[in-house]
């Protein structure tokens, strides 16, 4: 398993990040959050946790070890896969994802796309004596990425890609939704509100 990767960036993506590790470039599946701390050309150090399939190796890399741990514990729940965990993450940090589980707070769960009222019911139930109280750990960082662009833009991105949308099906439906709303203009708009305006559109085209 690879616990973590250190290297240069070589290039950040919508999604992910490739890491010159050795003279090989290795894909690591980020959020949003995570990908507005990186920089082309600079080193950085990432945990990741690397999930293997029949027919693919994927690895995630994340901000730090807690935020790699629960996406982890995530996974032990019923109906929640790596791309559903990280999608979770993207739209709630770790500390609001445990106090939502602690809190029997399904309504804040069913704010990520696919996740639905008895999904939410599942989680609560089988994480709550296990997730651990909040950390006290910072929430989402700065609201612009290094491109300028709008922080929620890209987690509202990167929830659309993945639930299957293309980028650039996904930008058109995040420009029609700043249009409808303003959010451009907002300094923390309700990110989870936007990615189901989002998929709203995309439900109309």
Same mark, same amino acid.
């Given at each position: 398993?690879?616990? +973590?990767?250190? %290297? ?5 993506? *919508?999604?992910? &990040? @490739? ?19 990186? !920089? ?8 990741? #946790? ?9 690895? +995630?890399? +994340? ?6 741990? *629960? +996406? ?5 729940? #019923?109906? @929640? ?13 770790? $500390?609001?994802?445990?106090? =939502? ?12 796309? %696919? ?23 910072? %929430? ?8 300028? /662009? ?6 509202? !991105? ?10 650039? /099906? ?8 700043? &249009? $409808?709303?303003? =959010?451009? $203009?907002?300094?923390?708009? $309700?990110?989870?509100? *936007? *990615?189901?305006? =989002?998929? !709203?559109?995309?439900?109309? #085209?």
């Amino acid at each position: 398993m690879i616990a +973590f990767v250190r %290297g240069t960036v070589a290039q950040v993506g *919508l999604g992910s &990040a @490739v890491v010159d590790v050795g003279g090989v470039g290795i894909e690591v599946n980020c959020t949003p959050r995570t990908l507005a701390t990186l !920089r082309e050309g600079r080193v950085a150090t990432l945990p990741t #946790s690397m999930v293997v399939r029949e027919d693919s190796l994927t690895v +995630f890399g +994340f901000l730090d070890d807690d935020e790699k741990a *629960l +996406f982890e514990l995530l996974q032990t729940a #019923s109906g @929640v896969g790596p791309k559903l965990a990280q999608a979770m993450l993207a739209v709630h940090g770790p $500390d609001a994802l445990r106090r =939502a589980v602690l809190g029997e707070d399904v309504r804040t769960l069913t704010q990520v796309p %696919g996740i639905g009222q008895k999904g939410a019911q599942r989680i609560i139930l089988e994480l709550k004596d296990r997730i651990g109280p909040p950390t006290g750990a910072s %929430g989402p960082g700065a609201t612009t990425l290094p491109s300028g /662009e709008p922080a929620w833009r890209g987690q509202v !991105r990167q929830g659309l890609v993945g639930l299957g949308w293309s980028a650039k /099906e996904a930008d058109k439906a995040i420009d029609l939704v700043a &249009a $409808d709303t303003g =959010a451009d $203009d907002e300094a923390s708009p $309700d990110v989870a509100a *936007l *990615l189901r305006a =989002a998929l !709203r559109s995309l439900s109309r #085209s």
